[in-house]
């Protein structure tokens, strides 16, 4: 051997034992506190590999990397899965290049490279279910209310990719669920594809509350193209209601509209519904057919303006082409939709305690301001956690304010972010407080609720705002009260709080519950800020592949595409990022059919090349260079 490599390998050696040493040192430390957590105090592999990590990061080792890389040996930089192998098998190499004992191996014997791929695979099919052929990571949709309604869009989604669907308790209720559980199992069944169902509860989300409604009338607006002229109607969809008025779907909403049971289910094609809009204008609906849940599809030719509970003149066509009167009945009665506030920066907000409906803000005649907008907040005890100064954030960061003031109404804001053009603040928004610490309980009364029935009908809980072991050890003493001690928990990682105490939360957690990690970018990026974001998603992602624990890569990925149909090329990028997690989610929106299948191919496409953090090096897709 060369002596001068000889002279750089033998003080490398000494540094090498010494490390393995102190990490197993300091693993045992770590590990100490949660034997309670473990049966016997029976430290799983995952555990002390986890130990072993953490040791490992609690020192700057870049020196001793470079060193490493420059004489052709692994840097240690993926060997988070296996971190005590990777360090015996690279000291042992050394040692037998110096003709050298490299000293006991560690015992207990540590994961290797394909055992602690083998745990990861398995923790993430047991919780996400089986990956598909096609590829290894899954994907997940978050549902819209409208999925409940639409059983082709739920099939076409499992179809098309989707191996878990997931389901907010934030929004709608048991009814809306049940449809949609109804709808993924009928889907399994027909497409021969397992689609797992999760369901979030809120955890210490509080959001903005109600604000007051307008007059109850809808715009029916019909097709126009760019000269104004009309080329298509306006569809509506009529269902049948009770005595009372409820129905199924939500009237008003969508273009869903209930009319009586007793005169629904009499009505024909070729029927029309005349009536006269709030202008006094005469109107008709002209029924077209029937849906595949029995509601009536009807065209209105002309542009209206539909009134809550307005009188319908059923009229049938006869043999000379007129109409004959079959009857007359009102139109189930509709809410309004909520006034608008829009908030530019500078503008006061009160943020209130009362849950009376939120109001735009009040000025005089002079334009001079008389009374600022105001809104509930859902949860007004957190208001009493805030102090002058603190930022609070609304929509997902779209408003930014700080605290003026606090009173017996709430809390005086002002606008310090906001886009010039101003920004409509709606109720059922999130607010997040990222500077303050907050006393809420980590799950509140509904949450409670909501568990009851995600207890029954899910196969893997979403635990929002977990902060700390102690709130991860209140949701498993919930469903050990609820039998359900097996059912798999997604904690999701929101704020720069839970990310910091994420190694106690895994530490604590992996050998009680079934367990995956969800890397909820939204709130964290607004918790945090963009740029810490970018750090943490990483660590994250290394801390989970030290546990083997999976991870879900969430939050606005393909979002332009999803919502509103456009391709974006960062978000793109971003959406081949998400290979290195189990699982990546997408939210809902009017083109989701479109954003999963583009993320399939993203995702079969980048597996080639990528294998967690492991970059793989397959024939370069444009063919090599050309020969001389």
């Not at 033998?10 to 045992?28: F, T, Y």
């Not at 972010?417 to 607010?431: C, E, F, N, S, T």
């Amino acid at each position: 051997m060369d002596k001068e490599l000889k002279k750089q390998l033998k003080p490398l050696l000494r540094e090498l034992q010494e490390l393995l040493r102190g990490i197993s040192d300091d693993a045992e430390t770590l590990l100490a506190p949660y034997a309670e957590h473990y049966p016997h105090g029976h430290f799983s592999d995952s555990a002390r590999n986890l130990a072993a990590y953490l040791a490992l990061r609690g020192h700057d080792h870049s020196h001793l990397q470079s060193r490493l890389a420059r004489l052709g040996f692994s840097s240690l930089a993926r060997g988070e899965g296996h971190v005590l192998d990777t360090l015996e098998r690279v000291t042992g190499l050394i040692a037998e290049l110096l003709n050298s004992e490299a000293g006991p191996t560690l015992r207990p014997t540590p994961l290797d490279f394909d055992e602690s791929t083998e745990l990861l695979r398995r923790n993430a099919e047991r919780i996400l279910g089986p990956a598909p052929e096609s590829r290894r990571t899954r994907i997940m949709v978050t549902l819209a209310y409208d999925d409940a309604f639409d059983y082709p869009q739920v099939l076409g989604l499992v179809e098309q990719g989707m191996d878990c669907a997931r389901i907010n308790c934030a929004h709608d209720d048991e009814a809306v669920w049940r449809r949609m559980i109804k709808y993924i199992r009928r889907a399994e069944k027909e497409s021969g594809r397992p689609c797992r169902v999760l369901m979030d509860v809120a955890g210490r989300k509080f959001r903005t509350g109600a604000v007051e409604l307008g007059a109850p009338i809808r715009h029916l607006q019909v097709e126009r193209d760019a000269y104004g002229r009309t080329t298509g109607p306006c569809v509506i969809t009529l269902m049948a209601s009770t005595d009372d008025g409820s129905a199924e779907g939500l009237s008003g909403e969508n273009d869903h509209y209930t009319i009586p049971a007793r005169w629904h289910k009499r009505l024909a094609p070729e029927d029309r519904l005349e009536f006269h809009d709030s202008r006094g204008k005469e109107r008709w609906m002209d029924i077209v057919a029937r849906t595949e849940e029995g509601h009536w599809l009807a065209h209105c030719d002309k542009a209206g303006y539909l009134l809550s509970g307005c009188s319908l003149r059923w009229m049938r066509p006869g043999e000379d082409g007129g109409y004959s009167l079959q009857g007359e009945f009102n139109l189930g009665a509709f809410p309004g939709r909520p006034l608008t506030i829009r908030l530019f920066p500078g503008d006061p907000l009160l943020l209130s305690r009362a849950q009376s409906p939120g109001r735009p803000a009040h000025y005089d005649r002079f334009g001079t301001l008389k009374e600022p907008a105001h809104i509930p907040c859902t949860e007004p005890s957190v208001l009493d956690d805030l102090r002058p100064g603190d930022p609070v954030w609304l929509d997902d960061g779209k408003i930014g304010l700080r605290v003026e003031a606090i009173s017996d109404e709430g809390a005086s804001l002002r606008v310090d972010h906001a886009d010039p053009r101003g920004v409509r603040l709606q109720g059922d928004k999130g607010i997040n407080l990222p500077d303050t610490p907050c006393s809420l309980p980590p799950l509140s009364a509904k949450d409670l609720e909501d568990l009851d029935f995600i207890c029954k009908h899910a196969d893997m809980v979403g635990y929002s705002f977990v902060e700390s072991l102690a709130d991860m050890r209140a949701l498993r003493h919930e469903l050990e009260r609820r039998k359900a001690s097996k059912l798999p928990i997604i904690a999701k990682i929101e704020t720069g709080i839970a990310v910091r105490n994420l190694p106690d939360i895994l530490l604590g957690s992996i050998g009680r519950q079934p367990l995956a990690v969800m890397i909820a970018r939204g709130d964290l990026s607004v918790e945090v800020g963009s740029v810490m974001l970018a750090e943490y998603q990483e660590e994250i992602l290394w801390l989970c592949e030290a546990a083997q624990v999976p991870v879900v890569w969430a939050t606005q990925v393909l979002d332009s595409l999803a919502k509103k149909g456009r391709r974006s090329r960062p978000e793109f990028t971003d959406a081949a990022m998400g290979e290195r997690a189990e699982c990546v989610m997408l939210n809902k929106g009017p083109f989701i059919i479109d954003a999963l299948r583009a993320l399939d191919s993203v995702l079969r496409r980048m597996e080639a090349h990528q294998r967690k953090r492991f970059p793989l090096l397959p024939p370069l897709g444009w063919g090599g260079p050309n020969p001389r």
